[in-house]
């Protein structure tokens, strides 16, 4: 049943009594009541009220039941209410009589009833009805044909409405079926191309697609996932997330005693309308570069014995006394395009694939340890840091060890040669393979991580030869071994052999220190022979057919305590002796490559009569100092038939 139309008016924004029953309970609850009005102020709001004078009714509060003031108001609002009940029941009245008349011309019997006995009275029943004649009028007819024209007239504008409605809906119907096209067409196109889209789960009416890496660390883990946005014009919208959309890439900078000699190259930024498979490349390097930076500061913190150094904004090493690298994160859209190539690119570049190989060789040990499933495996709490920047300093200090050592030992063997020995090295470098089924990513990283040993054979003499193993370790850098080839025969084996309980020499100045002393005794053996020849020499005459017996003044040649040279058997203070130099040795640069070797020839002699002494030198660029003389061979026969004679020693 529908619900009688509701006429109340909109109450009035007072504070007086909203309805009839709230005013009777307002002023009953005054002391007196209704019997407390005052007729005088009831007429005098009648009065104002005919003079259009209107006041508001507002109802006395306990407080104020004394202030004589308020009473008149009550009185007016009293006589409203009266005057607008009064004109409601005559409207209703007249309304009621009305609608009675007007049916009483179908139902007079019913309607009759409802009719007041004043209008009755009046009226007579059924004068006035609502039936429409049968019989059109001329003015009725004269409208028959524009009412028909308005009639088509509204249907052709509807139908007009109603297809400009439709093309209006297939405009927008064409235009979301191009742009749905264009969106699942660039999505098939990422997912074909290898890259992971599913259904976000949060967001299942959006795409997603992940493009980082899953055995990376968590919290990178969790931001590889991007929504696929559509745009208004179909084209789909990557939206980054909390990786943020800036470009970013690691660059290394490698710095030559405080001034940049290389750096690694950047890529160009991707403009703004690049295909989505080389946006989802971008955020995937990106994140990967994120990673990398944040994997190298966690290594960075335990490695302060290796001198890195965190900084605000970039990790620094120092690799020597003299070169540094820096690592930093940078945005793609820092970098000046305008660079100049700078001689050390190449190895900054090669430090910075290192880096992005050795994160990617983590990964995969990381899903090898997943596979697993071992207990030790299953044990909770944050992994330990990446092995990264350690392979990369132990690499290249055991490289610089190498070149250093490799430089010295041609610079040691040529000062040999300049005095006509025959000595000679030869160097050969053993790669790590690894298993021969591995694949060439685990041959790499087995490269890498654990660097090649280098084996040096050396020649000091034909009758003293060693061989030098240098072998790289992470903690103690590049340490070597020493090892006499053909012990039985080697000079070295009797007065200068490595070490015995501990073949290790820790770095290469050791090493330099070692084949510095063992020059002059190899040369001492080496030149022992020459006394033998020297006496049988002396013990034939001129044509060789016979001996003469040794002259009074011969010297006895013995080798002296230190194995350092030849002496005379009487003193001890004539002959010849050895010593090769070097800056090790002298004490100069002890943190430098050791250069310029140098081989001193001591001869003390009588020459006319007179005792002289003279020093030789020679280097790898010949030989050195104002002393003139040929080979060492030459010198040391020379030295050994001026010895001194039995009349020098008794003066």
Known sequence: ??????????????????????????????????????????????????????????????????????????????????????????????????????????????AAVSISPWLRSQVPIGSIGATQLDAPTPLTQSRVADNKLITIGKRLVALNEAADTALAAANRLRQEINSETRYWQEVLTVSQKGWSTARLPQEPHDMGVKFGFSNAAPMFNNNSVAPLRRAEDGSVRLEYGRMGSRSERLQATLLHNGEIIGRSS?????????????????????????????????????????????????????????????????????????????????????????????????????????????????????????SLLLPIITYYRHEKTVEDCTAFLAAFCGALRSAGIQSSFSMTESINKGSPTAPPSEALMNTLLHPSEVQFDLTITPASRLRILAKPTPVFGTRFSIYLLHPQSNHLTSSFPPNQTDSVYENIKELVRYLSSAVPRALTMYSYPLVQEMRNNGNKGNSGETPTPPAPNTTTWIIHPDDLGLVDDDTETFGVRFAFASNYTRGDGADDAATDPELRVTGDYMEDGKRVQHEWKWTASGPAGTQSGGSLDEIVKHILANGPSSSVLSA
């Open 266 to 386: 950047l890529p160009r930024p991707l403009p703004n309308d690049a295909p989505l498979d080389d946006r989802v490349k971008e955020a995937r390097n990106t994140i990967f570069a994120q990673e990398l930076w944040h994997e190298i500061n966690r290594e960075g913190r335990t490695l302060h014995g290796h001198h890195v150094r965190l900084e605000q904004s970039a990790v620094t090493c120092a690799l020597d006394p003299n070169r540094t690298i820096s690592f930093e994160l940078v945005g793609l859209d820092d970098q000046d395009p305008s660079r100049a190539p700078l001689p050390g690119d190449l190895d900054a570049e090669t430090a910075s694939i290192t880096l992005h190989l050795l994160l990617s060789n983590a990964h995969r040990q990381n899903q090898l340890k997943r596979s697993e499933r071992t207990a030790a495996n299953a044990m909770r709490g944050p992994p330990p840091p990446y």
């Open 1 to 110: 049943m529908d619900s009688p139309l509701n006429l109340r008016p909109r109450p009035p924004n007072s504070r007086g009594p909203q309805t009839i029953a709230d005013f009777i309970r307002r002023v009953n609850a005054e002391p007196g009541g209704f019997r407390a009005l005052n007729e005088e102020e009831v007429r005098r709001n009648v009065i104002a009220e005919r003079n259009g004078i209107h006041e508001d009714v507002e109802m006395v509060t306990d407080q104020d039941a004394d202030d004589d003031s308020k009473k008149p108001d009550i009185i007016a609002a009293r006589h409203n209410i009266i005057m607008s009940l009064g004109q409601a029941i005559q409207i209703s009245s007249n309304f009621l009589d009305f609608i009675s008349l007007l049916l009483s011309k179908e139902i007079p019997t019913q």
